[in-house]
């Protein structure tokens, strides 16, 4: 019995692919399409999950159970997308079950007297039974998750001659064709504007990627760099704690079963040293295994393509930027506005901002494009610079509760943070524009209302009843609220710096004052990110801005201590801090030489303002007495009007854009995404329009040129 016939040079994407790869070993490829046709009978796509994936492993159990120990800590989405190879001696049959493939694929002539022990290949990476693996090919091979790799005895066994490559890979008679992973097919949509009416297939036709091949310069080069070389157990396990705890929550881009399900000698490189920096950067010091060696051996692993696959290149990048070594000062290849938009650019090749339909990880997949976007959001925000993406061309669904496997805490958490990101990212991006703004500024605050109003109970930071008393304290619930009150001060910021300051500013940066000193108190600063400093640096600002006047200066000077404290000591982890602070303390050094104009002007906080406020209690805000007790007595918190405010008209729907945005027409697919988005999960089409250039200036210029022109007003 023979393999079929092939016409031309290129392999059917339905056809096992027969290579002889010896005098007595045939060699079988089977990808994604035809391996429905070959492990169960009548089925045409692989895309059931768990049930082909055990089928799969039910066949290898009846060739060899060697073989399946290989697959068997892989999730479904792997041994569902890796393309196989199948390494089997001509005289397979006696062991070698027919029921596991149809007729014709698979051959028993020639003899051989003993039996050989078969050979699984997974996306380039062979490991053949009873040999030694040759030291060059165990150093490739260790570099990508892609490969299968396995700690010792496997990893010391020997590769036959014919597979002696970088990679233990393909030989190089094997036919190019057929090595492509799922995860390296790039998203094109250019058919969007050249579809005719014959359909085409964009990918048709097209030679499939050559597996990438490290020379034995590079392996020599990441040899002297010692990539392979891990923390010790004990130090990996904190490190990953760290990761999980304090980092995940924030950038979900990590699948857990890469890290849980395999050893470290099957996990990634690339993945590992990432996570470790990541893990490093929110833990203390630990000396022999500083965050920058860390990173220098992830950077390395990255620009050498050592990880094959680009869902994993981009979450181990996305990581990367938890590094970020220089103030925004400086112009750098290291800093997380560098990382994302390396990030933002893979993430548009895989069709990150498309929809996944049907795809196994739609849920990972819906993850690292909101967290991309909220890192955009936010860098804009802190470094006053165009975004990279444009979410009018994206149509990726917001967060539920089914992209975190069910638990709802985690996707409520992060919604609620790309939401206010998102809103943050469209303010201060309004502000760059130059244009616009006032027009922006209700619909903004709709937004920003609607959030405060539909975060989940336990996000909230003060309890429901007379006097907005604190809940107990929650270590996120702070972080997003330091978010929010940022949007409120900078929403609030007068048009004309001379103006007197603004009331609703100086509330929410006095908020932010004790948020910090809680922070501060519990030594959390070290758990917080670099876009902390920015927070600072606005609340800073709008405190300085009450300097002049005389009944203010001291509740601002108390404030002011505790932000430029919280600076000193995040810039011992993150140099953005050390502009952030030398930036305010020059700014008040010029404060304090200007005459002081007496008693503060009347205060002005309008009911509708008044109303961001009216979830929060006293305890956190030192000048609430001060300015509460000279309100008129008539500013009642009367109830916003939701309506405008589009509670009522949908409290998770994105928001009635000024723009002309295309909207979903379909009703009733509207609705059925309404009710599956999270509480918090206001994700609205944001201002993302190109660009103008501006200045080359380190953060936002309208943040820090109103003293230049006579005045600071808030």
Same mark, same amino acid.
């Given at each position: 019995?023979?393999?079929p016939k092939r016409?031309?040079s290129r392999?059917s994407?339905d056809?096992a692919v027969r290579?002889?790869?010896g005098d007595?070993?045939?060699m079988?490829t089977?990808s994604?399409?035809?391996k429905?046709a070959?492990?169960?009978?009548?089925?045409t796509?692989i895309?059931k999950g768990?049930?082909?994936?055990?089928q799969i492993?039910?066949?290898?159990?009846?060739w060899?159970?060697d073989t399946?120990s290989?697959?068997e800590?892989?999730?479904?989405?792997?041994i569902?997308?890796t393309?196989f190879?199948?390494?089997?001696?001509?005289?397979?049959?006696?062991?070698?079950?027919?029921?596991?493939?149809k007729?014709?694929?698979y051959?028993?002539?020639g003899?051989?007297s003993?039996?050989r022990?078969?050979?699984?290949?997974?996306?380039?990476?062979a490991v053949l039974?009873d040999?030694?693996?040759?030291s060059e090919?165990?150093f490739?091979?260790r570099l990508?998750?892609t490969?299968?790799?396995q700690?010792?005895?496997l /990893?010391?066994r020997?590769?036959d001659?014919t597979l002696?490559s970088?990679?233990?890979?393909?030989?190089p008679?094997m036919p190019? =064709?057929?090595?492509r992973?799922?995860?390296?097919?790039s998203?094109?949509?250019r058919l969007e504007?050249l579809?005719?009416d014959?359909?085409?297939?964009?990918?048709?036709e097209l030679p499939?990627k050559?597996?990438?091949r490290?020379s =034995?310069?590079?392996?020599?080069?990441?040899?002297v760099?010692?990539v392979?070389e891990?923390p010790p157990?004990?130090?990996?396990?904190?490190?990953?704690d760290?990761?999980w705890?304090?980092?995940?929550?924030?950038?979900?881009?990590?699948?857990?079963?890469?890290i849980d399900?395999?050893?470290p000698g099957?996990?990634?490189?690339l993945?590992?040293h990432?996570?470790f920096l990541?893990?490093?950067?929110?833990?203390?010091?630990i000396p022999s295994?500083?965050?920058?060696?860390f990173?220098?051996k992830a950077?390395l692993?990255?620009?050498m393509g050592a990880?094959d696959?680009p869902?994993?290149?981009?979450a181990?990048?996305?990581l /990367?930027?938890?590094?970020n070594?220089?103030?925004?000062?400086?112009?750098?290849?290291?800093t997380s506005?560098?990382?994302?938009r390396v990030c933002?650019?893979?993430?548009?090749?895989v069709?990150?901002?498309?929809e996944?339909?049907?795809k196994?990880?739609?849920?990972?997949?819906?993850?690292?494009?909101?967290?991309?976007?909220?890192r955009?959001? /936010?860098?804009?925000?802190g470094h006053?610079?165009?975004r990279?993406v444009?979410?009018?061309?994206?149509?990726v669904?917001?967060i539920?509760a089914v992209?975190?496997d069910?638990?709802?805490a985690s996707?409520?958490l992060?919604?609620?943070?790309?939401?206010i990101?998102c809103?943050?990212?469209d303010?201060?991006q309004?502000y760059?524009r130059k244009? &616009?703004?006032?027009?922006?500024?209700?619909?903004?605050e709709d937004?920003l209302?609607?959030w405060?109003?539909?975060?989940?109970?336990?996000l909230?930071?003060?309890?429901?009843v007379?006097?907005?008393p604190?809940?107990?304290y929650?270590?996120e619930?702070?972080?997003?609220h330091?978010q929010?009150?940022?949007?409120l001060?900078?929403l609030n910021?007068?048009?004309?710096?001379?103006l007197?300051?603004?009331?609703?500013?100086?509330l929410?940066s006095?908020?932010i004052a004790?948020?910090f000193?809680?922070f501060?108190?519990?030594d959390?600063?070290?758990?917080l990110?670099p876009i902390f400093?920015f927070?600072?640096?606005t609340?800073?600002m709008?405190q300085?801005s009450?300097?002049r006047y005389?009944?203010?200066?001291?509740?601002?000077e108390q404030?002011?201590?505790v932000?430029?404290r919280?600076?000193?000591?995040?810039?011992?982890r993150?140099?953005?801090?050390v502009?952030?602070l030398k930036h305010?303390m020059?700014?008040r050094?010029k404060?304090?030489?200007?005459p #002081?104009?007496g008693?503060f002007p009347d205060?002005?906080?309008?009911?509708t303002?008044?109303?961001?406020?009216s979830d929060?209690g006293p305890?956190l805000?030192?000048?609430?007495?001060l300015?509460?007790?000279?309100?008129p007595?008539a500013a009642?918190?009367?109830?916003?009007?939701l309506?405008m405010a589009?509670?009522l #008209?949908?409290?998770?729907?994105p928001?009635? #854009? #000024?723009l002309?945005l295309?909207?979903?027409?379909?009703?009733a697919?509207?609705?059925?995404m309404?009710?599956?988005m999270?509480?918090g999960a206001?994700?609205?089409p944001? /201002?993302?329009?190109p660009?103008e250039w501006f &200045?080359?200036y380190?953060?936002?210029?309208?943040?820090?040129?109103d003293?230049?022109?006579?005045?600071?007003?808030w």
């Amino acid at each position: 019995m023979s393999l079929p016939k092939r016409s031309g040079s290129r392999a059917s994407s339905d056809e096992a692919v027969r290579q002889s790869v010896g005098d007595d070993l045939f060699m079988l490829t089977l990808s994604e399409n035809n391996k429905a046709a070959i492990f169960e009978h009548g089925l045409t796509k692989i895309i059931k999950g768990e049930t082909e994936a055990s089928q799969i492993l039910r066949n290898l159990e009846q060739w060899d159970p060697d073989t399946r120990s290989l697959f068997e800590p892989r999730s479904a989405s792997t041994i569902l997308s890796t393309p196989f190879r199948l390494l089997f001696p001509l005289d397979a049959g006696p062991w070698f079950h027919e029921d596991g493939f149809k007729d014709g694929y698979y051959v028993r002539n020639g003899s051989s007297s003993e039996r050989r022990s078969s050979v699984l290949v997974s996306n380039g990476a062979a490991v053949l039974a009873d040999q030694e693996l040759k030291s060059e090919v165990d150093f490739g091979r260790r570099l990508s998750s892609t490969a299968s790799l396995q700690e010792p005895p496997l /990893l010391e066994r020997q590769l036959d001659s014919t597979l002696n490559s970088t990679y233990g890979s393909i030989p190089p008679s094997m036919p190019e =064709a057929n090595y492509r992973p799922r995860n390296s097919v790039s998203y094109l949509g250019r058919l969007e504007y050249l579809r005719g009416d014959v359909p085409v297939d964009d990918d048709s036709e097209l030679p499939s990627k050559v597996p990438h091949r490290l020379s =034995a310069t590079d392996l020599e080069i990441l040899r002297v760099q010692q990539v392979t070389e891990l923390p010790p157990r004990a130090i990996r396990e904190s490190l990953l704690d760290a990761f999980w705890t304090r980092c995940y929550i924030w950038t979900p881009v990590v699948d857990r079963s890469w890290i849980d399900q395999r050893s470290p000698g099957t996990t990634s490189l690339l993945l590992q040293h990432a996570i470790f920096l990541a893990g490093s950067r929110v833990s203390a010091a630990i000396p022999s295994y500083p965050s920058e060696d860390f990173y220098k051996k992830a950077r390395l692993l990255f620009w050498m393509g050592a990880e094959d696959d680009p869902i994993i290149n981009i979450a181990s990048a996305c990581l /990367l930027q938890w590094w970020n070594p220089e103030g925004p000062e400086r112009v750098s290849l290291d800093t997380s506005s560098f990382w994302v938009r390396v990030c933002i650019g893979l993430a548009y090749q895989v069709g990150l901002h498309r929809e996944p339909n049907g795809k196994p990880d739609a849920g990972l997949r819906r993850r690292i494009w909101w967290s991309l976007v909220t890192r955009d959001c /936010l860098i804009n925000a802190g470094h006053g610079r165009p975004r990279a993406v444009d979410l009018k061309l994206a149509d990726v669904s917001p967060i539920s509760a089914v992209d975190f496997d069910g638990e709802s805490a985690s996707a409520d958490l992060f919604a609620s943070y790309v939401g206010i990101s998102c809103i943050l990212g469209d303010l201060t991006q309004s502000y760059l524009r130059k244009q &616009g703004l006032q027009e922006q500024k209700r619909s903004l605050e709709d937004r920003l209302f609607r959030w405060i109003k539909t975060l989940p109970d336990h996000l909230q930071l003060c309890r429901a009843v007379e006097g907005r008393p604190l809940k107990s304290y929650n270590f996120e619930a702070r972080q997003l609220h330091v978010q929010y009150f940022t949007v409120l001060i900078i929403l609030n910021r007068p048009l004309d710096p001379k103006l007197s300051p603004s009331t609703a500013s100086l509330l929410a940066s006095s908020y932010i004052a004790g948020i910090f000193e809680d922070f501060m108190a519990r030594d959390e600063l070290r758990y917080l990110g670099p876009i902390f400093t920015f927070y600072c640096l606005t609340a800073g600002m709008a405190q300085l801005s009450c300097y002049r006047y005389s009944e203010m200066v001291s509740l601002a000077e108390q404030n002011l201590d505790v932000l430029a404290r919280a600076l000193e000591e995040l810039s011992k982890r993150w140099p953005t801090a050390v502009g952030s602070l030398k930036h305010l303390m020059d700014i008040r050094e010029k404060a304090t030489q200007r005459p #002081h104009f007496g008693p503060f002007p009347d205060i002005s906080l309008p009911c509708t303002t008044a109303q961001f406020f009216s979830d929060f209690g006293p305890d956190l805000c030192r000048m609430w007495h001060l300015i509460h007790q000279r309100l008129p007595q008539a500013a009642n918190f009367a109830p916003r009007d939701l309506e405008m405010a589009g509670i009522l #008209h949908g409290l998770r729907t994105p928001n009635n #854009h #000024h723009l002309d945005l295309e909207v979903p027409t379909d009703v009733a697919a509207q609705r059925l995404m309404n009710s599956q988005m999270p509480t918090g999960a206001s994700l609205e089409p944001t /201002l993302l329009q190109p660009q103008e250039w501006f &200045g080359p200036y380190a953060m936002g210029n309208w943040l820090m040129t109103d003293w230049d022109q006579g005045g600071l007003g808030w």
